[in-house]
């Protein structure tokens, strides 16, 4: 009985130092007196142990947003509408921070131009890398928009750039965290002319335009709510001139247009509800001026800035179409009519 003692005692002192663990039970046997010891169960070392089975963990909370998940660069995209490929150019700087508002900035081009002319001509990718923005240059048909008014050949053949123009701006509101309380429209000649009667007749969707070089070409639409507008314009301008030619207007396109620039601030002064009957001079430069109405409806403005010595081509880089050249660093044209968009939010 002592021996078997000693025995149990030095399993127990044996399994203790190494790690191991078990149960033992003494029970005596029938065909002796003998007290035996039978160890029931008896775990490994700890060199050898099988784990015990892991509680359930508590779910994950979801993976936050990353936020450099969305396309950083510029790249040339295109969808089918109504039948047509229609293209743009796309420029996301590669600094823009979407825990910040991002803007969406349109630029259009002009007539027998292109999206790749005006992304190279209007300084509009300096304002979007500076400003947080997003912007597009689409691409018109055969080079031409079609604001109902004119201009061949997208209006020849019934192109539908409204639609084009609402549905391109929607599906970058979806791939993008745009603030779509802030799409500003801007262009040049033909392409000012669009986001102004783009203007008229989605109000709901742009927030505010300033563009160059043409005017307002149409009728005040039904749906039309007051937002701001600016259009820039030189005073020497030889195709768009910048007042009446003669009691009829001027002649473009084989059409007759009965206005002017001075005209063109008016009509919409009085589409914008506007206060007062004269504009303010609000900016004398040596090579602009800025005339305004403040107190319109919406809490709208309507502006014009003339250049001085500004021709068709109010940029501050030349027409790579034509040998008309810039200003020449005199007036930075981009980013007036970025200063004055970007004070208005739809919010």
Same mark, same amino acid.
């Given at each position: 009985m002592k021996k078997m003692t000693l025995i149990v005692i030095a399993m127990l002192l044996v399994t203790g130092a190494s790690g191991a663990y078990g149960y033992f039970f003494i029970y005596q046997s029938q065909d002796s007196d003998e007290v035996e010891v039978q160890q029931e169960q008896v775990q490994e070392t700890n060199d050898t142990a099988e784990e015990e089975p892991e509680e359930p963990e508590e779910p994950e #909370? *979801?993976?936050?947003?990353?936020?450099?998940?969305?396309?950083?660069g510029l790249r040339d995209e295109c969808f089918e509408h109504n039948g047509i490929e229609r293209c743009w150019i796309l420029y996301v700087p590669e600094q823009t921070d979407?825990?910040?508002?991002?803007p969406l900035i349109f630029d259009l081009h002009g007539l027998e131009r292109t999206a790749q002319q005006q992304y190279n001509m209007t300084d509009m990718d300096r304002i979007a890398r500076e400003n947080n923005a997003i912007i597009i240059y689409p691409q018109g048909f055969g080079n031409s928009w079609n604001f109902r008014?004119?201009? #061949? *050949?997208?209006?020849e053949e019934g192109i539908d750039d409204f639609g084009f123009i609402r549905t391109l701006a929607l599906q970058m509101i979806d791939n993008f965290p745009i603030d779509s309380n802030r799409i500003y429209f801007t262009g040049w000649s033909n392409g000012c002319a669009m986001s102004q009667a783009l203007a008229n007749e989605e109000s709901d969707l742009i927030t505010a335009v300033a563009c160059m070089s043409m005017y307002f070409i149409g009728s005040e639409d039904s749906s039309y709510s007051a937002i701001p507008?600016?259009?820039?314009?030189?005073?020497?301008?030889?195709i768009a001139p910048y007042a009446h030619v003669g009691p009829t207007g001027f002649f473009f396109q084989q059409e007759v247009w009965d206005t002017g620039a001075i005209q063109n601030l008016y009509?919409?002064?009085?589409?914008n509800g506007c206060s007062g009957d004269t504009p303010v001079l609000s900016e004398q430069d040596t090579f602009y001026n800025v005339q305004e109405f403040t107190d319109c409806d919406n809490g709208s403005e309507?502006?014009?800035?003339?250049?001085h010595s500004g021709t068709h081509n109010v940029y501050v880089k030349n027409d790579p179409g034509s040998p008309e050249p810039g200003n020449q660093g005199t007036v930075d044209t981009a980013q007036i009519a970025w200063d004055?968009?970007?004070?208005?939010?739809k919010q």
């Open positions: #909370d *979801p993976p936050a947003e990353d936020n450099n998940s969305f396309f950083r979407d825990t910040q508002s991002i008014e004119c201009c #061949d *050949p997208a209006r507008i600016m259009e820039i314009h030189g005073f020497l301008d030889p009509t919409w002064k009085e589409m309507v502006s014009l800035v003339t250049l004055f968009m970007s004070r208005f939010s």
